[in-house]
């Protein structure tokens, strides 16, 4: 399992209400994607894509992603799941995709 890669997974919504099958992109490093769990961002197509936040990084590369519209992986909203939870890899991102969700995830998480 390798930075970057696309799957569908169950995502819990932030008021933890429910969840719903949504892509994610796997952000954690292969060392940690070892054990048990993995972290990931969730990537959205609706809003996001016109308007993004802080974190929110427009894929250049969609789909090459394996994704079925333009979106965004949110930097910003990242879970620590199960790697049991994983459903079918959909693609990987490109690797400038992938360098555009780094230096989203530095700057989310004050890492500059």
């Given at each position: 399992?390798?930075?970057?890669e696309i799957y569908l997974v169950p995502f819990l919504y932030s008021d933890l ?96």
């Amino acid at each position: 399992m390798n930075r970057g890669e696309i799957y569908l997974v169950p995502f819990l919504y932030s008021d933890l209400a429910g969840s719903k099958r949504r892509p994610v992109c796997l952000v954690s490093a292969p060392v940690y994607n070892a054990g048990p769990d993995i972290m990931v961002a969730t990537v959205s197509s609706g809003a996001r894509v016109v308007a993004p936040r802080l974190g929110d990084v427009v894929l250049k590369d969609w789909q090459q992603s394996g994704l079925l519209r333009p979106s965004v992986v949110r930097a910003g909203r990242l879970q620590v799941i199960e790697r049991r939870l994983l459903s079918a890899q959909r693609g990987a991102l490109s690797e400038a995709d992938l360098d555009a969700v780094d230096e989203a995830l530095k700057n989310v998480l004050g890492l500059r």
